[in-house]
Nanobody, 123 residues
Framework: QVQLVESGGGLVQAGGSLRLSCAAS????????MGWFRQAPGKEREFVAG????????YYADSVKGRFTISRDNAKSTVYLQMNSLKPEDTAVYYC????????????????WGQGTQVTVSS
C-alpha cells in the first residue's frame, strides 16, 4: 500500500505558475503509474495528467496541454505537476493518485489518493 501527500498549492494570479508535489511512501514508488486530478466546487473530479510506471508515457487533458507538465523522480518517490499560464478555471483542489498498473485517466482506475491541495487562481 502507498501513502500520498500533496503540497505546493496556493493562491496565484492569472498567468502565474505553481509546482505541485506529491510524495509517496510505504511501497516501491516505481511500481505505480501516477495521476493528477482536480475537483472544482460543484463539479466532478477530473483527470489532469498522468505518468506511466514504465516512465515511457505521459498523458494530459486537453484543457491543460501545453501549460502543465507532469514529471516524476523515482529516487525521491515524488511526482510533480508544473503549472504555467494558470487561468481562473484551473481553480480546484488537486489530488495525486496511484495505481500499480498501466497509465489510466479515470478516477475509478486509481487505488490510492492523497488528501488534496487547494489551487486558487485569481483574475
Amino acid at each position: 500500500q502507498v501513502q500520498l501527500v500533496e503540497s505546493g498549492g496556493g493562491l496565484v494570479q492569472a498567468g502565474g505558475s505553481l509546482r505541485l508535489s506529491c510524495a509517496a511512501s510505504g511501497s516501491t514508488f516505481s511500481r505505480y503509474s501516477m495521476g493528477w486530478f482536480r475537483q472544482a466546487p460543484g463539479k466532478e473530479r477530473e483527470f489532469v495528467a498522468g505518468f506511466s510506471r514504465s516512465g515511457s508515457s505521459t498523458y494530459y487533458a486537453d484543457s491543460v496541454k501545453g501549460r502543465f507538465t507532469i514529471s516524476r523522480d523515482n529516487a525521491k518517490s515524488t511526482v510533480y505537476l508544473q503549472m504555467n499560464s494558470l487561468k481562473p478555471e484551473d481553480t480546484a483542489v488537486y489530488y495525486c493518485a496511484a495505481r500499480d498498473r498501466g497509465l489510466a485517466i479515470t478516477t475509478q482506475s486509481y487505488d490510492y489518493w492523497g488528501q488534496g491541495t487547494q489551487v486558487t487562481v485569481s483574475s
